[in-house]
Structure formats: structure tokens, C-alpha cells
T-cell receptor, first 114, second 112 residues
Framework: DTAVSQTPKYLVTQMGNDKSIKCEQNLGHDTMYWYKQDSKKFLKIMFS???????INETVPNRFSPKSPDKAHLNLHINSLELGDSAVYFCASSQVRGGSYEQYFGPGTRLTVT | QQQVKQSPQSLIVQKGGISIINCAYENTAFDYFPWYQQFPGKGPALLIAIRPDVSEKKEGRFTISFNKSAKQFSLHIMDSQPGDSATYFC???????????FGTGTRLKVLA
């Protein structure tokens, strides 16, 4: 069974559109993350939720809005997409309270904005 | 202070050789140092991790060496195999911050 899953795997859209990426983890973890990996493979954290509470909000344009309906799900909605948003977006999860620091990553969503 | 510097950017090793990737950090508050392996089209996968109270950790062909005074840590891949060809990331974290700071990655190619 997949531990951290994301949908869709590929997303091609035009500038100005609004799109969402969904993430689910079945590890029972209390913390979930969104990362952005650019064309140079650099991994940068965007957001983190612990028990549905936003705890990390890096310097990300407010066109990006995460939502965590429950501990197992974390979605990312992006408004008014721009060319520079093209990247691979990874969801990750970890058990922070009483657990290890290990973060488990999903397979990624490749977003291409044309 | 929040950066983790990783080198080299790319590495080519012959099959059976030793691959060495280095990382350096400034923030002495970091207390957890994982290494991730990423194959093309896949998410990063945890390979091995170390805490600063030990100087070395070995798992199979993978070893982390940690030098607390120099604020450096490195990944050694012994008997490198073509299947090890991937991008490797080091990272550092501070307990309770929930946040990993990743290095810039090293693209390893192991020649058959």
C-alpha cells in the first residue's frame, strides 16, 4: 500500500488558471508538508501542518493556499497560475509527537504552466 | 545560518568504487541529519540518518560520517553499483521545528 499518495501525478495548465493538488497519507502521522522542487532539483519547504494546524508558512505567494481537512490529508490550491510555478510539488508526512523526525515523501506532482 | 552546503554537484564513479558526498552546516542547533535518495520521477526516499551524539552510522553499503566540531557530515557509498545512480540530498533539522533544510543535491552516476 502506498504510504503517501498524491494526485494528479501530472498537471498541465495555462497561465491564470486555478488548480489543486491532493495528498493523502496512511501512516497515521501527525504532520504533513508541501515541498517545491524546481528545475535545478532544489527542494524547498512551503507549508507544514501539524494536526490540521498550519505551523510552517514559508515565503510563498498567497496564491498558494494549503488546506488540511484532517490529519491524513493535505491539499494545495494554487490561484492564478504563473509560468514560474512550474515545478514538481511533493507532499511529505512525519510523526513528530513521540516519534522520529523521518519524513516520508509522496511521488510528486509535476506541474507545467504554459 | 539556515543553509546546508552540499558538494559535489555531480559525481561519476566506477562500479565497485566509493562514492563520497559532503555536507556542511553553520547552525549548531541542528540535531538530526538525514540523507535522501531520489530516482528520476520519484519522490525522495530516506536512506540513512544520524544524530550528533554519534560520529558514524552504517547501514549496509551506506555510511554517514559526522564531524561535530567541523560541522560537517558525509555519505559514503561503498562498492557503488549502477543501481545507486540517483540524486542524493543531505538535510538538517532542529527538534521541534518540523522543518528540514535540504542541501542542493548531488547527482551520482555509477558506470557499469
Amino acid at each position: 500500500d502506498t504510504a503517501v499518495s498524491q494526485t494528479p501525478k501530472y498537471l498541465v495548465t495555462q497561465m491564470g488558471n486555478d488548480k489543486s493538488i491532493k495528498c493523502e497519507q496512511n501512516l497515521g502521522h501527525d504532520t504533513m508538508y508541501w515541498y517545491k522542487q524546481d528545475s535545478k532539483k532544489f527542494l524547498k519547504i512551503m507549508f507544514s501542518y501539524n494536526n490540521k494546524e498550519l505551523i510552517i508558512n514559508e515565503t510563498v505567494p498567497n496564491r498558494f493556499s494549503p488546506k488540511s481537512p484532517d490529519k491524513a490529508h493535505l491539499n494545495l490550491h494554487i490561484n492564478s497560475l504563473e509560468l514560474g510555478d512550474s515545478a514538481v510539488y511533493f507532499c511529505a508526512s512525519s510523526q513528530v509527537r513521540g516519534g522520529s523526525y523521518e519524513q516520508y515523501f509522496g511521488p510528486g506532482t509535476r506541474l507545467t504552466v504554459t | 545560518q539556515q543553509q546546508v552546503k552540499q558538494s559535489p554537484q555531480s559525481l561519476i564513479v566506477q562500479k565497485g568504487g566509493i562514492s563520497i558526498i559532503n555536507c556542511a552546516y553553520e547552525n549548531t542547533a541542528f540535531d538530526y541529519f538525514p540523507w535522501y535518495q531520489q530516482f528520476p520521477g520519484k519522490g525522495p526516499a530516506l536512506l540513512i540518518a544520524i544524530r550528533p551524539d554519534v560520529s558514524e552510522k552504517k547501514e549496509g553499503r551506506f555510511t554517514i560520517s559526522f564531524n561535530k566540531s567541523a560541522k560537517q557530515f558525509s555519505l559514503h557509498i561503498m562498492d557503488s553499483q549502477p543501481g545507486d545512480s540517483a540524486t542524493y540530498f543531505c538535510a538538517a533539522s532542529i527538534q521541534g521545528t518540523y522543518k528540514y533544510i535540504f542541501g542542493t543535491g548531488t547527482r551520482l552516476k555509477v558506470l557499469a
